[in-house]
């Protein structure tokens, strides 16, 4: 049975449906920001998905120092936190430095950890003790069955509110592959999984000074994801992703995720019924 995770008035895993994580990769101004989180509020109302709003302060893993990272810690939450009060949405927010753990987890719902540093240990006991559930990124890197030792860890600090997210699989240079059989091995291990449809269509550095992506397949992973009992959909969007300063080629188009979140609805519905 994989345990039931309550993010404010969001439940995940247990007998739940399918639940939406989404939201651009970084803060680009409070205001696109904002009105992308009001329309993806607005989408999930229509179609009766849960939603969870997503978005990043400082993306500090870059391929190049050119690279635009966002609005940094300060500043960054603050626009956060008002977004999260207009829209009283639940907020995730992915932390990269142990000491900016304490000032995250004031404002964030849950706390994501980047796959990067899933296995720097240290860094995963601060944010476990911050007192909030963990959505853990596995790494490009592991094996699905080696999450159970990041779960161990987390674990030993009492914090038991755990999501574990796929987001694709080292395949030679500059490319991700998703294996599907890992979505059920990592479900085994009693806490729900998250499918990250769009970081696993990433080209990691493929555009020499920047990762490229392949936006297109975005949908094909989504609805086979769902296909095999997953808990949540993990979807970064922009208005338009071609001009976005961060992950634009693996970003959905808003536009494109109403007909997408009506399809992994019905696929979730059957998968459900069947189990």
């Not at 635009?68 to 927010?93: M, N, Q, W």
């Not at 994801?225 to 959905?252: I, T, W």
Request: overall charge neutral; hydrophobic content about 40%.
């Amino acid at each position: 049975m994989v345990r039931e995770i309550r993010i404010r008035d969001v439940k995940v895993g247990g007998h739940n449906p399918l639940v939406l994580i989404a939201g651009p990769c970084v803060i680009e101004s409070e205001e696109q920001t904002f009105q992308t989180a009001k329309r993806l509020k607005e989408i999930t109302s229509e179609s009766g998905i849960p939603f969870i709003f997503k978005s990043s302060y400082d993306k500090a893993n870059r391929t190049s120092i050119k690279s635009y990272r966002g609005p940094g810690l300060k500043k960054g939450l603050e626009i956060l936190e008002r977004i999260k009060e207009r829209l009283d949405i639940p907020l995730l927010i992915d932390v990269h430095e142990r000491e900016e753990a304490p000032a995250v987890s004031k404002i964030a719902d849950i706390l994501q950890i980047p796959a990067f540093l899933c296995r720097q240990t240290d860094f995963v006991l601060t944010v476990a003790k911050a007192g909030k559930p963990v959505n853990v990124k596995k790494g490009q890197f592991l094996a699905p069955w080696d999450v159970k030792n990041v779960i161990e860890k987390i674990e030993s600090t009492g914090n038991k509110d755990i999501l574990l997210t796929e987001r694709g699989t080292t395949f030679g240079y500059n490319n991700l592959v998703v294996d599907m059989k890992s979505l059920p091995i990592m479900r085994s291990l009693g806490y729900p999984v998250v499918f990250d449809a769009t970081h696993s269509v990433q080209l990691p550095g493929g555009m020499e000074i920047a990762t490229g992506g392949n936006r297109e397949y975005v949908p094909y992973l989504a609805r086979s994801a769902v296909a095999c009992g997953v808990d949540a959909l993990f979807l970064e969007a922009h208005p338009d992703p071609d001009k976005a300063l961060s992950d634009g080629p693996n970003m959905m188009r808003l536009d494109d995720m109403p007909q997408l979140l009506r399809e992994v609805k019905e696929i979730d519905r059957i998968v459900r019924r069947r189990e």
